[in-house]
């Protein structure tokens, strides 16, 4: 079985902080994406990756950066954590057409 | 871009009875249209897919109709059951191995 795991299920952080949010795929899947969820809005793609230390740009790229050192770990990164940041982040990797989500990280900044 | 455009965003039916989901998407490039379940506090699960050289596609209760021609592409599911209470969602994309645009969701209440 395919997993994808997330470093949290629940993070709090102040308005400000640099967050690291991380995700490792057990299946040697080259590519991986980030989402955020808000009710109402579905899944929006913020940043996917190909390969190795290569990087897309997805819908709503604003505020985030990723990181992609190991072709395991697809990280995202919030340089500045702002409050409209307050989301769910799911992480997926794709196989032969399937994208296997994680459990996501339900991120709050107060 | 790819738009995708999912109804109803609630769906409440009797357990036993159908209930059908639809999506219409804008992009004649696109050709594989997934279905998503996320169950409460899980990420979401493709539980069904099509391509666009196929009209109709089942698994056991389960089934996807896709019309190429007025862009549009349906989930229905019979006999439902409580444990398919989910939000559902389609997506599209040009390939398999291109990036989904998803629908914004439905969730679908089955009522005991």
């Known amino acids: 079985d395919v997993k994808v795991t997330q470093s949290s299920r629940y993070l709090v952080k102040r308005t400000g902080e640099k967050v690291f949010l991380e995700c490792v795929q057990d299946?040697?899947?080259?590519?991986m994406f980030w989402y955020r969820q808000d009710p109402g809005l579905g899944l929006r793609l913020i940043y996917f990756?190909?390969?190795?230390?290569?990087?897309e740009k997805g819908d709503i790229p604003e505020g985030y950066s990723v990181s992609r050192e190991k072709k395991e770990r697809f990280s995202l990164i919030l340089e500045s954590a702002s409050t409209n940041q307050t989301s769910m982040y799911l992480c997926?990797?794709?196989?032969?057409?399937?994208?296997?989500f994680g459990p996501g990280t339900r991120l709050t900044v107060t | 871009g790819e738009n995708v455009e999912q109804h109803p965003s609630t769906l409440s039916v009797q357990e036993g009875d159908s209930a059908v989901i639809k999506c219409t998407y804008s992009?004649?490039?696109?050709?594989?249209f997934p279905w998503y379940k996320q169950e409460l506090g899980k990420g979401p699960q493709l539980i069904i897919d099509?391509?666009?050289?196929?009209g109709e596609k089942k698994d056991q209760r389960i089934a996807v109709t896709l019309n190429k021609t007025a862009k549009h592409f349906s989930l229905h599911i019979t006999e439902t059951q409580p444990e398919d209470s989910a939000v559902y969602f389609c997506?599209?994309?040009?390939?398999?191995?291109?990036?989904?645009?998803f629908g914004k969701g439905t969730r679908l209440s089955v009522i005991a």
């Open positions: 099509i391509r666009s050289n196929v």
């Open positions: 992009d004649s490039a696109s050709n594989y």
């Open positions: 997506a599209a994309s040009e390939s398999g191995n291109t990036p989904l645009v």
């Open positions: 299946m040697d899947h080259e590519n």
């Open positions: 997926a990797s794709l196989g032969s057409f399937e994208q296997y």
């Open positions: 990756s190909y390969d190795v230390k290569m990087k």
